[in-house]
């Protein structure tokens, strides 16, 4: 699976001709989230600024070579008839696509309400294309950042981080620098420059189970288990099941931190994990 990554950037890898499940990833910057590019600079951001601007400036480019015409044009062929009869279909094939349906409001009111109206739902359009584009740019970086360097398989290559900040040096910054290093693994040699590195996620059981007492449920899986903890029906009945406590901010407490040894605790290996009420 080869994901295209938005602004331009491309994830490139390449397989060594030794036959060897060994892949080189040089990886641009700007595919990486922010707490991960520079490792030595950490970011609350979950997109580095410069992506999110090449990412609105891609939707600007796309409305200026024609995106509306050809929207007007696919929504009177195919989607007309659709909204007519109440049966169009936005979840499935090709109606599902980034860029159609965040302007179905515009399209099936254009000509038939104000202009000053129709001008709205066109700029609601476009920030809400701009806003599922940056959305989906995430979820890539989510996936190489999981796939890759958090919780990568036994076969996973090593990623190395190219700085694209700059368009102007991009032969200097990012071509060459990424040729060296395909080049290297083609030759069975180790790049010059090291890879990125990330602290890895603890190995996951997906077989040990888990005995909430709170929701008299037993939860198969390291991973499963997590997701109930924080799940709302377990909230739910966790502050319901502390409702008769004395202290009324005990419940607060331990419905905001159900992971504490005070609230849940570990059996020894083999045995259920019990949630304590």
């Known amino acids: 699976m080869r994901p295209a990554l938005p602004g331009g950037s491309k994830m490139t890898r390449a397989l060594p001709s030794s036959g060897t499940s060994t892949a080189a990833v040089p990886l641009c910057s700007d595919c ?11 970011s609350s951001r979950w997109l580095p600024s410069v992506l999110e601007e090449r990412l609105d400036a ?3 480019a796309m409305l200026a070579a024609g995106l509306l015409e050809e929207l007007r044009d696919f929504h009177r062929r195919y989607n007309e008839e659709k909204v007519a009869e109440s049966c169009q279909d936005y979840q499935h094939g090709i109606f599902q696509s980034i860029g159609f349906k965040e302007f179905h409001e515009f399209l099936i009111t254009e000509g038939k309400c104000p202009e000053e109206e129709s001008k709205q739902l066109l700029n ?7 806003l599922v584009t940056k959305q989906y740019a995430r979820r890539q970086n989510k996936w190489v950042k999981n796939r890759f360097l958090r919780r990568p398989g036994p076969n996973a290559p090593p990623v190395y981080g190219l700085e694209v900040t700059d368009l102007s040096r991009w032969e200097e910054k990012v071509l060459e620098p990424a040729i060296q290093i395909v080049d290297s693994f083609l030759q069975g040699q180790q790049p010059a420059v090291e890879p990125i590195t990330m602290e890895r996620e603890l190995e996951e059981n997906k077989r040990r189970g888990h005995e909430c007492a709170v929701c008299n449920r037993i939860i198969i899986g390291d991973r499963e288990w997590k997701a109930h903890i924080k799940s709302k029906s377990h909230q739910f009945h966790l502050r319901k099941s502390l409702k008769s406590h004395s202290d009324p901010h005990l419940a607060e407490r331990q419905s905001s931190n159900t992971e504490t040894p005070e609230t849940c605790t570990e059996a020894s290996a083999g045995n259920l994990e019990a949630c304590k009420t």
């Open 32 to 42: 990486l989230p922010a707490p991960c590019w520079p490792p030595s600079q950490p």
């Open 124 to 130: 609601k359009g476009i920030e809400a294309l701009k």
């Open 58 to 60: 891609r939707v600007d």
